[in-house]
Every structure is written in C-alpha cells, then in structure tokens.
C-alpha cells in the first residue's frame, strides 16, 4: 500500500496567524475591547453603499475584464496624476485586484521562483512574509532599528543580506504596525539600493492617505511612483479598504510596470478572474466623492491618535514613538520577552484586545500593537484597563 500523500512543503511553511489566534478566543467571549485587527469600526459610508445598490440595478453583475473595469482603472489614474503629478497608462500599468493583498500576492508570485529570496522590512503585516513561502521562497527580515524616536532603514543590513538569489525588497510605508512613514531620502536611498542589486521594489502604500505629518490632513505620503520611472522594476500594492472603510468589499489594485502589469491581468485569471464588479463601481465613487467624509475619518483618527498617546506615555515601562502614519501605536514594553502570552492575559484578565508584536516578525517582539481606529467609547477604557494591568505588574 502507498503511502497517504501530505501536503506540499511550502504550505508547511507558512506559520498560523498570531494575531488570528488571540482574535478566535476573543470573538469566543463577550465584552471584548477590540483592537488588535486593522480596520475602523466606522461602517462603509451611505454614498458608497448606494452606488453599489444602483451599480447591481444597472446590470453589473457580470464578468469584467481580467485587469478590472476601465472607468475604475481611468479612475486611478486621475487620482495618481492629481495627488502625486505621475501619468499612468490605465490599460497597461494598473490592474484591479480582489483586494490588497491579492495585488501583493499576484506580484510576488510573478517575481517569485522556488528558492528565491526577498527582503522585507519589518516589523510588518505578516502576509508579505507569507506569500513569499507560499511561493517556495525564503523571507529575509531586516527589522528596522528604533533610534531615538524613529524608526529608520537599516541599509548595512540590507547590503549585507542581499545575496544571488535576492529578487525583490517589500517594505510598507505609512507602516503596519509602526506608522512609521518612509522619507523621500529614505524612499530614494530604497530605489537606489534596488536599482544597484538588480531587485524588484515592491512598496505597500495601503495607508497613504492616513497621513498626519503632511501639509494638511488628507494629502497623502509621497508615493514611490514620483522617484521610479517608467522603466523601473517598481510596483505598487493598494486598496479601498483602509481609506474608505471597504475591508469586507475586497478590491484594491496594483501599479507596476508594464511587463507585470500585463502578466499580473494574466494571472488574474487563475486566482479571481476578476474583483465583483458592482464593488468595483462603488469603488470608483469612493475616488470620486470620498473627500469629505475622508477628511473627517483623518481628523478623528488624528485625535485618538493623540489621546492613546498621551495614555501610554504615562504608563509605566512603556515607549511609544508618535506615528505619522496609518492608525497603529507600537509601544515598546521594558522587558516584555512573550508578547503573545502578555496579550492572552491582558485578554483574558481584563477583556482588551491588542495584537501581539512577535506577529510581525523579526523586531516586533517585546512590543504591541494597538489600532486606534476605534470609537472613543472602546479606546478610553481600554487605555484604562491597559494601564492598570501594566501598573500591577
């Protein structure tokens, strides 16, 4: 008799989600302060709502074309030339996606050959880390160094880790979990870094319009397309979801040069076809006529923003760096060595919900993550509960 087969190697490779695991026991109780996944409890907004309701009255419940519906790819890149000044080919060099990471995924897996390595700046999202083993490749985590109170690129690190089969750099900028927003020098320093080592530049800027360190809320964060040109092996990963409040209606899209742009549409095909097409035209209208209820969405989380940190600063053991981006705090806790236990306890003890660091990888250990995209009602109790549960000890 043969043996059973098992499952391939490269799924074995892709570690459970830490930040899943304390979410399964806590959605099990009641009464749980929520913050350790990365969405606002704000629901999608009316007008988005409504011109997915009209999109379904229209008919657009039928397949589109495997790189999304025109109008939504014309529609990006109006918002690229108007928000960073770069002309885009919205047949070639943009492509919808069933979700952010799905456009993360589809990229790595066309740069990606079994036994490949990438660099990936962490602490981060850990999906990126896992796609990459998903594709037979090996993740190279580069964490970055805390200096003073920033967070900056260790580039001696990264030299010394770019090997043969190096392929691609992953960094996310404004950050998840830091916040941590990359400067242009930085961003410069990253392309040039890239273009020397013969590597694919693969920037998640997810949050770029949860900015508060720009000259007023709501412009976003330099985007790496300003300094790439048109030749450069540079893509970009996007969604809906962050900035609109659309993390259940699943689109994002992906800017890349036009060779992966072309092959990403191809591979479209075999993983989603396509994103739904009525969420692609509320999504279109999110671009439209999203300003205003964006604007508000960046001044409330500007000031939770400012209230957990001025909560944590005053707790004991605790280092918090003031973010300039997305909607985490990462405080550092003085010789936390198990975060995950530390976060079970805090769960189990108190009923808060925080998403522990070791979860980002390497460099995330001893800190926490905490999304401040909550209501008010949740953060200052949870603030509360927090400080007492360090203060005992």
């Known amino acids: 008799m043969t043996d059973m087969p098992g499952l391939a190697h490269s799924v074995d490779n892709v570690p459970h989600s830490r930040i899943r695991e304390l979410a399964e026991v806590a959605m099990s109780m009641d009464g749980v302060l929520r913050l350790y996944f990365g969405e606002s409890n704000l629901p999608t907004p009316d007008y988005i709502k409504q011109a997915a309701i009209k999109a379904l009255a229209d008919g657009y419940t039928f397949y589109t074309e495997n790189a999304g519906l025109p109008s939504l790819r014309r529609a990006i890149a109006g918002h690229y030339r108007k928000w960073h000044g770069v002309e885009l080919d919205p047949e070639s060099e943009i492509v919808i996606t069933a979700s952010g990471v799905q456009a993360l995924n589809v990229s790595l897996r066309a740069m990606l050959d079994p036994g490949d390595e990438a660099l990936v700046l962490t602490p981060a999202w850990p999906n990126g880390s896992s796609i990459i ?222 998403a522990p660091g070791v979860a980002f990888g390497a460099g995330g250990e001893g800190s926490v993550r905490i999304c401040y995209a909550a209501d008010r009602s949740i953060l200052e109790p949870a603030m509360e509960r927090l400080g007492k549960f360090l203060r005992a000890g």
């Open 133 to 354: 083993a998903m594709a037979n490749a090996v993740a190279r985590q580069i964490p970055h160094p805390l200096d003073g109170d920033r967070y900056h690129i260790d580039f001696t690190a990264l030299e010394a880790a770019a090997g043969p089969r190096t392929r691609l750099l992953l960094y996310t900028s404004p950050s998840n979990p830091l916040g941590w927003v990359a400067t242009e020098d930085e961003q410069q320093r990253l392309l040039d870094f890239c273009r020397a080592h013969g590597l694919w530049l693969v920037a998640d800027e997810v949050y770029d319009r949860l900015y508060y360190a720009g000259g007023a809320l709501g412009q976003p964060v330099p985007s790496i397309l300003k300094k790439a040109t048109r030749d450069d092996a540079v893509a970009v990963i996007h969604s809906f979801s962050k900035s609109y409040c659309m993390t259940g209606w699943r689109v994002g899209w992906l800017v890349a040069r036009r060779d992966l742009g072309l092959k990403a549409t191809q591979l479209n095909e075999f993983i989603i076809s396509h994103a739904p097409s009525f969420a692609q035209k509320a999504a279109e209208t999110a671009l439209e006529c999203g300003e205003a209820e964006l604007s508000g969405m960046l001044q409330r989380l500007k000031e939770n923003r400012d209230f957990c940190l001025s909560a944590l600063r005053a707790m004991p053991c605790v280092t918090v760096p003031e973010p300039d981006g997305a909607f985490y705090l990462f405080p550092k806790i003085d010789g936390l060595t198990d975060s995950f236990d530390f976060c079970r306890r805090l769960l189990m003890e108190t009923k808060v919900g925080l």
